[in-house]
């Protein structure tokens, strides 16, 4: 990946300026002086105002430490990529900028209390170098976001970067979404963490002497942190990592319904929700006014009339209290690294539980300026890896391979 240090990214710019002048396609030395100048001030802006160095938000100094010694990504200048570096734009792109690696999956269906199935993609890196032995090969489960599978750009550059480190990969996919059938009128929520606490305690009973992290993603990370929450230091898991989660929902849904992200962003992601519960209408319609809920134009109106009776909350607000992980922080018992950009709109800035998190000496935050909701591109063009690539790769390569410093340094 191509990162350009201040001096080294303004000298740069200047030299390709001065060779577009030379080819002819400025016409005089005033047109030079104009370009340059813009040049040298969007150059002075973006290293003043843009670059930063994420906050780094710990009660515990020996976490710092840990992190500053063995994850050291999470406090150098993160240079968004110099075209892209807003919040909305860096969302948008991701998808479309970022490689996808090729991943050969073998699918896996459990079976649950209730009689549903959830579907499991392994990545089991039978060829690691590092842990041949299977049985005690490092393993990262990944929960990806809202409406998000195992085919993800996201999950797929974290079982790449998990790839070259040797550990194994195991993706939850939500029930209903990975184009298994849905065996009971059930499909998941960001508060009900009992399908995740049925796959926690799968993978584990599989290879119960490999060492167990798990990443969540957005929703994904919500539901991890109200796992968490829940189980305290109860948990197989060893430690935790958590990219672009909704800290609270109220405000989450808030900032989607103004006018431009309605329109970005809202209305998208219902008719991805509509999406994924219109093949299993035959199953649902038996409990729920389908039709209903296929006009909902908002999350907030598709979570009213399906998320939150399917869970048999008395009303919107009890579910969206319920699910909001700022709520459970204090109780999380193990290591959890979480990532965040503050100009992300679907977790706004000022919602990030940042008070919170200093009283419990197991969390950390890293806050960036930029970045947006699972975006944090980086580089001219960034296609290969991501800053959150990077936060991942290194945390979990501390976890697995230092951790038992963590709280001795």
């Known amino acids: 990946m191509l990162r350009l240090e201040a001096p080294v990214l303004t000298r740069e710019l200047s030299l390709y300026l001065e060779s577009q002048v030379r080819v002819g396609l400025f016409g005089s030395g ?37 992190l500053e010694e063995y994850c050291p990504v999470v406090t150098e200048t993160y240079y968004p990529t110099i075209w892209c570096w807003e919040g909305r734009v860096q969302t948008l792109l991701r998808p479309f900028i970022t490689s996808r690696p090729q991943v050969q999956y073998r699918n896996e269906l459990i079976k649950t209390a ?33 409406t998000g599978t195992s085919k993800e750009s996201y999950i797929l550059h974290m079982i790449h970067q998990s790839e070259t480190l040797g550990y194994r990969c195991v993706v939850f996919n939500n029930r209903g979404i990975a184009g298994e059938d849905l065996l009971t009128p059930r499909t998941y929520c960001a508060a009900n963490t009992e399908d995740l606490e049925a796959v926690i305690h799968h993978v584990h009973s599989l290879h119960p002497s490999a060492p167990f992290m798990a990443a969540g993603v957005s929703m994904g990370g919500m539901l991890l942190l109200n796992y968490l929450g829940k189980t305290g230091r109860d948990t197989p898991l060893m430690a935790a990592a ?12 808030e900032s989607l319904e103004k006018p431009l ?63 909001s992980p700022c709520r459970k922080l204090k109780s999380v018992g193990i290591p959890v690294l979480c990532l965040n950009s503050v100009d992300d709109v679907f977790s706004p800035g ?6 919170t998190a200093k009283q419990n000496a197991n969390v950390a935050l890293v806050l960036t ?6 975006g944090f591109l980086e580089g001219i063009w960034p296609r290969k890896c991501t800053y959150m690539d990077r936060v991942f790769k290194q945390f979990v390569q501390a976890m697995f391979e230092h951790g038992n410093k963590i709280f001795s340094m």
């Open 261 to 323: 992200n309605w329109l970005l962003f809202n209305y998208y992601l219902t008719t991805c929700l509509q999406s994924s519960i219109s093949r299993h209408r035959q199953m649902l319609e038996k409990l729920f006014d389908m039709d209903l809920v296929m006009k909902a134009r908002t999350v907030r109106e598709f979570d009213k009339r399906f998320t939150s009776v399917m869970f048999g909350y008395r009303t919107i607000d009890d579910y969206y209290e319920d699910a």
């Open 350 to 355: 000022h919602a990030i539980p940042v008070e």
């Open 114 to 146: 209730d009689g549903g199935q959830i579907s499991l993609d392994w990545f089991d890196n039978n060829d690691s170098l590092y842990y041949p032995d299977a049985s005690t090969r490092p393993t990262v489960l990944l929960l990806p976001g809202l």
């Open 242 to 253: 958590i990219f672009s989660a909704g800290w609270n929902v109220f405000e989450s849904v």
């Open 30 to 66: 005033v047109g030079l002086s104009l370009v340059l100048g813009f040049g040298v001030a969007y150059a002075c802006y973006y290293l003043s105002s843009i670059a930063k160095k994420p906050q780094l938000v710990a009660s515990n100094d020996r976490f710092c430490r840990f």
């Open 369 to 374: 300026s930029c970045g947006g909701h699972i």
